[in-house]
């Protein structure tokens, strides 16, 4: 069978993620990463894959099945997924939840017009997180679902911190509350704000004579950001940036409570959970096995953009439906 053929556009912490990702599954290859950077000073970890300039991309649409756009949900991909939706069958992790149905709307007609098919935001939250949340829905019609993320970096945050005029380096630490993580976990189904759920802290590495004043409360009224929780911000040097703020952990928990029965009613309890080492390499996974998925719907004629909803789970994975039915199942 022959490899399905990918492409990452964007090497920052994601894109090196996919790169990773794509070297643990033998049915995928990596032909290209494209970049904003000079190219030459790019090496690919994987042997004989070309690096290009961003520039470049639509030369490769005969030798490419599948792109995966690794840039940042702030600026990025709004300005990028348009164009390579155009060239290429297209998987991306946009995570600004409160834009995606406008997001998706001009994914659709982009993929549309080109008859080509984009998975949009898939990794963890959203992705793997999204579908727990419906399943919980599914099982549990008369419940509630609770989302807590943390304690751990925040790529997308992060990034938009990074946009900030006068902002060198910028990390986010999303931080769940115990206390609103304990009453769920005891089944009192409270209600919860933003702000009762989490905290946002931010260590930050400014430029030389950057208005800090200007930073801080950037940061703290920064909408779908930061506005609707307690944000901490703290100014650090790049050397403590460097030496305490570089590795990216991250995880969190969702929660789905309910009853079943009629006269004798039971306290029912789903919890999913993630513990990850590398925020990054772990979206990264999740980004590639929805490019498989991406490559065998459009095999079979679909077009335009879906969501981690549109996707049956047997498309994750290089197995076939009998193997899955005869291990897995």
């Known amino acids: 069978m022959s490899k399905i053929r990918l492409g990452i556009a964007g090497y920052g ?21 494209f970049t904003r950077r000079n190219p030459i000073e790019i090496q690919s970890k994987i042997s004989g894959v070309k690096v290009c300039s961003i520039e470049q991309a639509e030369n490769y649409t005969d030798t490419i099945d599948v792109m995966l756009l690794c840039g940042g949900s702030a600026c990025d991909l709004i300005q990028q997924t348009p164009y ?30 080109s008859n080509k098919l984009t998975i949009i935001s898939t990794g963890w939250d959203p992705g793997i997180f999204s579908l727990f949340r419906v399943l919980g829905m599914a099982c549990l019609p008369k419940g509630c679902e609770y989302t807590f993320y943390g304690k751990g970096v925040s790529q997308g945050h992060s990034d938009a911190i990074r946009q900030i005029k006068g902002v060198k380096f910028a990390v986010q630490y999303t931080i769940p509350i115990d206390s609103a993580v304990n009453e769920v976990r005891k089944g009192n189904n409270p209600v919860l704000t933003p702000r009762q759920k989490h905290i946002r802290e931010s260590f930050v590495v400014a430029e030389p004579n950057a208005d800090l004043v200007f930073i801080e409360q950037t940061i703290k009224t ?40 009629n006269e004798n009613k039971h306290q029912q309890l789903m919890e999913f959970s993630l513990q990850l080492e590398s925020n990054p390499e772990f979206t990264g996974s999740v980004m590639v096995a929805y490019a498989r998925a991406a490559h065998k719907m459009y095999q079979k004629g679909e077009t335009g953009a879906r969501t981690v909803f549109d996707v049956p789970v047997g498309m994750l994975v290089a197995e076939s439906m009998e193997e899955l039915r005869k291990r897995i199942l």
């Open 222 to 261: 920064m909408p779908n950001y930061f506005c609707d929780f307690d944000t901490i911000v703290h100014f650090i040097s790049e050397e403590e940036f460097k030496t305490k703020h570089v590795e990216m952990p991250h995880g969190g928990f969702v929660f789905c409570t309910g009853t079943t029965g």
């Open 13 to 33: 912490n994601v894109g090196r993620g996919v790169e990773y990702a794509i070297s643990q599954n033998e049915d995928l290859e990596l032909v290209a990463i």
């Open 84 to 113: 390579f939706a155009s060239l290429y069958n297209c998987v991306d992790s946009f995570d600004t939840h409160a834009k995606i149905p406008e997001y998706f709307a001009m994914v659709d007609e982009t993929s549309k017009k």
